[in-house]
């Protein structure tokens, strides 16, 4: 029927045969519906594995099984279950698979509807006579399980809460050589019923026989929770207070021997002789640090046990009067030594800062050298005190900015700075200004050589104007930009660093003056240089013009002139040298207009090419249009 419906389907002398033949399939399919569906659903039923079902025998076999295991019930003789709940799980589980594969291929079909009922009530009868007795028998297993079995627990639940309550009655042992052995045993026991309870209550906790196991192990590990709060806290901290480093502890010896040493340096104060004063400085500050270090894991810890208190008061009124009494007199020694330190000891500055300051001072009294040959080294000696001098006191400020014995120092030295600042803006502006001016480029300039040479080389320039000698006009064209380029790049620097200082003005004036004058007297004359330059250059010299503009003008307009010729054999040539010339004269006064096409002198060539272009145009449609 497809073959010939695809050959002969839109013919109308072919519908009758069509017709007949979708009839005839469409009775089969209903036959087929009706009458074979009975069949096959009674040999899914009696199939085995053999033959391709998922039950290893028939579904009544299957079915016979587990009721008649259902009606049993679970062996009262131990020995028994576990074979027996494993029959009933498997059974139940290969009539759950029979029954989706089943329902899935026959679950419309009216005829099936028995056999699914009978699957189902199998199953519902199973879940609901030996489905609770399973679940019960699973979690007493699981609750007598061993680790032998499998468990987390050693001996099972029962043996391992024993353990826990009687040590939980029993309470810490007096005798300190059995408090680490008590406390061992009783944290692994917490920990391994703790994992026990989070397994069990992953596999059971929604089920209600499993309930009395979960309260049962929670109470007691709440109240094994509840005495480590109270019975052991103070077992822990009195091990924490005497603890060594050998043991954990932040503090090398037990607490009460550090406490002891830092309040007996507080008591002796700093040794007079100076020999001993860096030695007792860095043990107290050791001290201290050790402490501080000491009580915020302490207070971390414990901060909120009321035992913990008389420990926290001890070492925190130790460490406030340690910075009472020595404190501040040990900011001080360290404040002073952070001034006197040379390069030596550590310090940016070479031999201290008395030293320096005084350098610095005698340099802004003493002011710059009159003699030249002396201000670079001043300049560069001076600098460099003053850059030491900023990092310096950014240090110094850093870390004792908020001492009183700093303030003064602090003070001293940003006065110091203050009038260097000053003293650069006033006195070596001018030095710097004429430094700039004069300088050439081996020394770091824009210019080549002074300012001065600059502005008389363009200055001469302007005053002697273009050469006529055209032979000379580009060389001095060349010169002429070059200087001006120069001088205005020089001008933008000079301003950004000067702009703003009175005796530079001068110097910016003469520039801009020079410029001004050079734009004016030579700018326009050198761009009509440039423009009869343009006009007059040919391929060689990089024009689309092969000879200059005036001979393909010419050649255009002769052309233009003597017309198309009469003799066929000519045209041809005619029309591409006049096409060429078109083409390149248009390309050409594009490039011109858009470089020139504002400047007067350029406009009667403008006008005379477009002219000649519109006089082409004119002719190839006249004249042309015949050809």
Same mark, same amino acid.
């Given at each position: 029927l497809e073959d010939f419906k695809a050959k002969y389907g839109s013919e109308s002398y072919a519908q009758d045969t069509i017709v007949q033949v979708e009839n005839a399939l469409a009775e089969y399919k209903t036959f087929t519906k009706e009458k074979m569906g009975k069949v096959n659903i009674d040999k899914h039923v009696i199939a085995k594995r053999a033959e391709g079902s998922i039950l290893e025998y028939s579904l009544n076999w299957h079915l016979d099984k587990i009721k008649n295991g259902v009606k049993e019930g679970i062996p009262k003789d131990s020995r028994y279950v576990d074979e027996f709940l494993n029959m009933m799980k498997t059974q139940s589980g290969l009539l759950i698979q029979w029954l989706e594969d089943f329902k899935a291929k026959y679950g419309e079909e009216e005829y099936a509807l028995q056999f699914i009922i009978q699957v189902e009530e199998a199953l519902a009868s199973y879940k609901k006579e030996i489905g609770s007795g399973l679940l019960k028998v699973e979690i007493d297993k699981f609750i007598d399980a061993r680790r032998a079995d499998g468990s987390i627990l050693e001996y099972g639940l029962n043996y391992e809460l024993e353990q826990m309550v009687n040590g939980l009655k029993s309470g810490v042992p007096t005798d300190d050589r059995y408090v680490d052995d008590y406390l061992k045993k009783m944290t692994g026991l917490n920990s391994r019923l703790a994992q026990w309870l989070e397994d069990f209550k992953a596999k059971y906790g929604n089920e209600s026989c499993a309930q009395d196991t979960i309260v049962q192990v929670e109470n007691?590990?709440? #109240?094994?929770?509840?005495? /480590?709060k109270e019975k052991m806290t103070k077992v822990n901290i009195d091990k924490? !207070? +005497?603890?060594?480093?050998?043991?954990? %502890? +932040?503090? #090398?010896? %037990?607490?009460?021997w550090h406490l002891d040493k830092l309040n007996n340096g507080i008591k002796s104060g700093i040794p007079k002789d100076s020999r001993h004063v860096d030695e007792y400085l860095t043990m107290m500050k050791t001290q201290s640090s050790l402490l501080i270090q000491w009580l915020e894991d302490f207070k971390a810890k414990y901060g909120d046990v009321d035992y913990a208190q008389q420990f926290i008061n001890q070492v925190e009124e130790a460490l406030t009067h340690y910075k009472k009494d020595i404190g501040s007199a040990l900011i001080n020694v360290e404040i002073d030594k952070f001034i006197d330190a040379r390069r030596a000891d550590g310090s940016i500055l070479e031999y201290g800062l008395k030293y320096e300051l005084e350098q610095m001072i005698n340099g802004l009294k003493s002011g710059v050298p009159t003699d030249d040959r002396y201000v670079d080294d001043y300049l560069k000696k001076m600098t460099g005190l003053n850059s030491r001098l900023s990092q310096w006191i950014e240090e110094f400020k850093s870390k004792y900015g908020a001492e009183a014995h700093a303030l003064s120092t602090i003070e001293q030295v940003e006065n110091t700075l203050v009038d260097y600042r000053k003293f650069m803006k006033e006195k070596m502006g001018k030095v710097n200004i004429d430094k700039h001016v004069n300088a050439k480029r081996a020394e770091g300039s824009i210019l080549e050589y002074s300012l001065k040479w600059h502005? #008389?080389?363009i200055n001469n320039g302007v005053k002697s104007g273009i050469p006529k000698d055209s032979r000379h006009v580009d060389d001095y064209l060349n010169m002429m930009k070059t200087q001006s380029s120069l001088l205005i790049q020089w001008l933008e620097d000079f301003k950004a660093k000067y702009g703003e200082d009175e005796y530079a003005q001068q110097f910016i004036i003469q520039v801009e003056e020079a410029l001004a004058s050079y734009k004016k007297e030579i700018g326009s004359g050198m761009i009509n240089v440039e423009i009869d330059k343009f006009i007059a250059a040919r391929r060689a010299d990089g024009s689309i013009l092969e000879y200059g503009l005036?001979?393909?003008? #010419?050649? /255009?307009t002769s052309g233009l002139k003597s017309g198309v010729p009469t003799d066929d054999r000519y045209v041809d040539d005619y029309l591409k040298k006049m096409t060429g010339l078109n083409s390149r004269l248009s390309q050409w006064i594009e490039e011109f207009k858009s470089k020139y096409g504002a400047e007067a002198h350029a406009l009667s060539t403008i006008e005379q090419v477009e002219?000649?272009? !519109?006089?082409?145009r004119k002719f190839m449609k006249e004249k042309m249009g015949k050809v």
């Open positions: 007691a590990l709440n #109240e094994y929770r509840t005495f /480590m924490h !207070v +005497i603890a060594k480093r050998a043991e954990g %502890s +932040i503090l #090398e010896y %037990s607490l009460n502005l #008389e080389k005036k001979y393909e003008l #010419e050649q /255009m002219n000649t272009l !519109v006089d082409y």
